[in-house]
């Protein structure tokens, strides 16, 4: 799923709104041609009005006769939305969905195979993150639209009190500053115990997953030594401060946790820093960033490339339309005003430079460098919905033997992707 924009809202609203930005299409030909519409789906919070806007009236300008319907949708419940859609005679011409829900519209069935359309997409430079959860069984149907991934944001005073003049490089140099960063009336770092998606990049950096897949059959793998590795790194992590082993990141919420206490480093997207001096304008200018650290230096660590794919239904009323609006939308244009005007990284490798000014982005782009998607599972929704890997972490947290707890999860993994809970 995509990260919402933290600025945006912080209670998305239920009920969906539909925002008519036609009007700049050409008004057809003399002898009375109706222009024809391109009706498109994106969610809440991926672009501001404005920011629409501006890419609809490019859009009709560079298509006379075609005017374009934004359908501005609610993240909650847009999976059975989405899926009637695609089995419906009437589906939108593009549709946003969040790169993890790709598997399970393509096996519902009814989403366009653009594999032969990639390399004039820019399909060659396509952040992985992004890209990954795109292609099923080698064929490419959700085209990258932006991504984001978590840094860590770090109280730039109370590292020089600490004597630490330089953000860490390495796993190592993270753990040791952690550690001198963790003492009386203070936390070293804010990491509640449930943070799976943390957990998840610290299990690819050792070369681990949190399941894979054979045959067509799923399996957890929470168990593998890799993967227990991953996990003695988070608990280890976790143990300089004091957060809760028995809930995530929005329980209670994290940042208003951090913008209270005096607390060295949070693990969150960058636009989450907007919020932390919101609420305690005190910390004005003494927030920093850097990305999550890998194990050797000069290697940004694994992280979850959270973030958004468009896709074009098969049954479409404009497909040709539509093609070109998502070949706009994703290309280097609107790619570079999305990442200056929402923070996000776009979905190209060689647009880095489009965050240049904005610290906290480019430190995300950093990290994007080695961003990864969950496992690309039809049924991976289900699994989040009644997380085993929290529970699993919790316990390990609590003290429970390792190995065994993760046995179990990956058993649980197992049944749910498989279809059998």
């Known amino acids: 799923m995509p990260f919402r924009h933290p600025v945006r809202s912080l209670a998305p609203l239920l009920l969906s709104t539909s925002l008519l930005l036609g009007g700049c299409g050409a008004l057809g030909d003399a002898a009375g041609e109706e222009n024809r519409t391109l009706d498109v789906w994106l969610m809440r919070g991926s672009l501001t009005e404005e920011l629409t806007g501006d890419l609809v009236r490019d859009y009709e300008r560079r298509n006379p006769g075609v005017e374009v319907e934004v359908t501005v949708q609610e993240w909650p419940g847009i999976d059975k939305k989405v899926t009637a859609a695609l089995a419906s005679g009437d589906a939108p011409d593009v549709i946003e969905v969040g790169n993890t829900q790709v598997a399970q519209y393509v096996e519902a069935g009814g989403v366009r195979n653009l594999t032969i359309e990639v390399g004039d997409l820019g399909g060659d430079?396509?952040?992985?993150?992004?890209?990954?959860?795109?292609?099923?069984?080698?064929?490419?149907?959700?085209?990258?639209?932006?991504?984001?991934?978590?840094?860590?944001?770090?109280?730039?005073?109370?590292?020089?009190?600490?004597?630490?003049?330089?953000?860490?490089?390495?796993r190592d140099e993270w753990i040791e500053a952690t550690a001198r960063l963790d003492r009386p009336g203070q936390q070293g770092i804010y990491l509640p115990g449930q943070n799976w998606y943390v957990l998840a990049g610290f299990i690819w950096d050792e070369g681990g997953d949190l399941a894979t897949e054979l045959s067509g059959q799923w399996s957890g793998s929470l168990h593998t030594r890799e993967a227990l590795r991953g996990m003695e790194f988070y608990r280890q992590l976790q143990s300089y401060g004091r957060g809760p082993v028995d809930s995530d990141e929005a329980d209670p919420e994290q940042r208003g946790v951090f913008a209270k206490g005096r607390i060295a480093q949070l693990i969150d997207v960058p636009g989450a820093a907007e919020l932390i001096t919101e609420a305690n304008p005190g910390l004005t200018g003494k927030l920093g960033f850097f990305p999550i650290p890998g194990k050797e230096k000069g290697e940004p660590g694994a992280v979850f490339t959270g973030?958004?794919?468009?896709?074009?239904?098969?049954?479409?009323?404009?497909?040709?339309?539509?093609?070109?609006?998502?070949?706009?939308?994703?290309?280097?244009?609107?790619?570079?005003?999305?990442?200056?005007?929402?923070?996000?990284?776009?979905?190209?490798?060689?647009?880095?430079?489009?965050?240049?000014d904005d610290p906290g982005a480019t430190a995300m782009a950093e990290g994007a460098r080695n961003g990864h998607a969950t496992p690309n599972s039809p049924r991976w929704g289900r699994l989040e919905a009644d997380n085993p890997i929290k529970e699993y972490q919790t316990e390990v947290l609590r003290g429970a033997d390792p190995a065994t707890a993760a046995r179990e999860a990956s058993e649980e993994i197992t049944r749910i992707l498989g279809g059998h809970s």
């Open 125 to 170: 430079h396509w952040i992985p993150g992004l890209e990954e959860p795109g292609k099923i069984d080698g064929y490419q149907y959700g085209v990258p639209f932006y991504a984001a991934n978590r840094v860590v944001i770090y109280r730039k005073d109370l590292f020089e009190q600490a004597g630490i003049t330089s953000p860490p490089a390495t």
């Open 307 to 356: 973030g958004s794919v468009l896709i074009i239904p098969e049954r479409a009323a404009e497909q040709k339309e539509a093609y070109s609006f998502v070949k706009l939308a994703t290309g280097e244009k609107w790619q570079r005003e999305l990442a200056r005007t929402m923070s996000v990284v776009p979905n190209s490798t060689e647009l880095a430079d489009a965050l240049e």
